[in-house]
């Protein structure tokens, strides 16, 4: 079982570009969750994903979007990045049935 | 919105400690998680604990629901347990609500 695979591991963008990140659920998952930990703090729920499509959605603003593809995979698009967006960037997946939900190692975004 | 505080913040520990660690939860517990949050970044589950105890090895957990509460004991503390402590409670449809966390030291 491969669990929970994100990419890419570290990213460097500069202000104003934008950013796609991308995860893997654990095998058997269908349920996808994005968070953002800034540095010296606990996670924060950007939003989730079942059956494609959003199903709930934390006090993020539009410029953060996402996506789930008909195999369970996950994107997460920034756009407009701002100094403020460099943090570690975490997906969690859990099964439809039982939430117990695991994580990826993460992507370190950084945005100079 | 809910709130999970964690206590302490912040632990210092000799390796071959114990400790206890203790996360109050500002909503009703049906159900949470406990996680270590390596020095790569990446969040290890260690019990799934709606209610009751688990022991895991050196690790331990209980849960009170009705008074809101869980604890997490460390026992024989190794350097390997370093890192950052996280009590999630999760909520309608698998969100989770994470606390500000309790950072762990394990001194040789």
């Known amino acids: 079982d491969a669990g929970v695979t994100q990419s890419p591991t570290h990213l460097i963008k500069t202000r104003g570009q934008q950013v796609t990140l991308r995860c893997s659920p654990k095998?058997?998952?269908?349920?996808v969750s994005w968070y953002q930990q800034a540095l010296g703090q606990g996670p924060q729920f950007i939003f989730q994903?079942?059956?494609?499509?959003?199903?709930q959605r934390g006090n993020f603003p539009d410029r953060f979007s996402g996506h789930q593809f008909p195999n369970y995979s996950s994107e997460l698009n920034v756009n407009a990045l701002l100094l403020g967006d460099s943090a570690l960037y975490l997906c969690?997946?859990?099964?439809?049935?039982?939430?117990?939900?695991?994580f990826g190692q993460g992507t370190r975004l950084t945005v100079v | 919105g809910i709130q999970v505080e964690q206590s302490p913040p912040d632990l210092i520990l000799q390796e071959g400690a114990n400790s206890t660690l203790r996360c109050n939860f500002s909503d009703s517990v049906n159900n949470l998680q406990w996680f270590h949050q390596n020095p790569w970044g990446q969040l290890i589950n260690l019990f799934y604990?709606?209610?009751g105890t688990k022991q895991n090895g050196r690790l331990s957990a209980t849960t009170v629901a009705t008074e809101r509460y869980s604890l997490l004991y460390i026992s024989s503390s190794q350097t390997t347990d370093s890192g950052v402590y996280f009590c999630?409670?999760?909520?309608?449809?698998?969100?989770?609500?994470f606390g500000g966390g309790t950072r762990v030291l394990v001194k040789p």
């Open positions: 604990i709606p209610s």
């Open positions: 994903y079942y059956e494609e499509e959003e199903r």
């Open positions: 969690a997946s859990s099964p439809s049935i039982g939430p117990e939900a695991f």
């Open positions: 999630p409670l999760i909520t309608a449809g698998n969100k989770l609500t």
């Open positions: 095998s058997g998952h269908d349920t």
